[in-house]
């Protein structure tokens, strides 16, 4: 089509129609995309919660080593127990 027919069939068409058509476009296109609000609070309200996992991971890291060291600490006092008892019961005038 000609430049001059395209006028010619279209000279109701205005800048502020255009502008205004491209808007409305625009609006359909967005109107389900969360603002910047939304999307920074619903950031805040992960990291409060992943704050919660991380102080319970922090105390289950720290008390990790102290509980590992009790256990080795009792599994060699029960390997002692057991040399004991085996050394009485085969020796039954000691006890």
């Known amino acids: 089509m000609h430049y001059n027919n ?3 069939e279209n000279k109701n068409i205005t800048i502020e129609k255009i502008e205004k058509a491209i808007e409305a476009i ?6 389900d995309l969360a603002t910047r609000k939304e999307v920074a ?10 704050d919660k996992q991380n102080k319970k ?16 600490e009792n599994r060699e006092e029960i ?8 050394i009485l019961e085969a020796h039954p005038a000691i006890a």
Request: glycine share 0%; hydrophobic share 45%; proline share 2%.
């Open 6 to 8: 395209f006028v010619m």
């Open 26 to 31: 625009v609006e359909e296109k967005t109107k």
């Open 41 to 50: 609070e619903f950031k805040d309200l992960m990291l409060t919660a992943m």
């Open 57 to 72: 991971l922090d105390l289950i890291l720290t008390e990790h080593p102290a509980m590992n060291h009790a256990i080795d």
């Open 79 to 86: 390997e002692q127990q057991d040399k004991r008892i085996k």
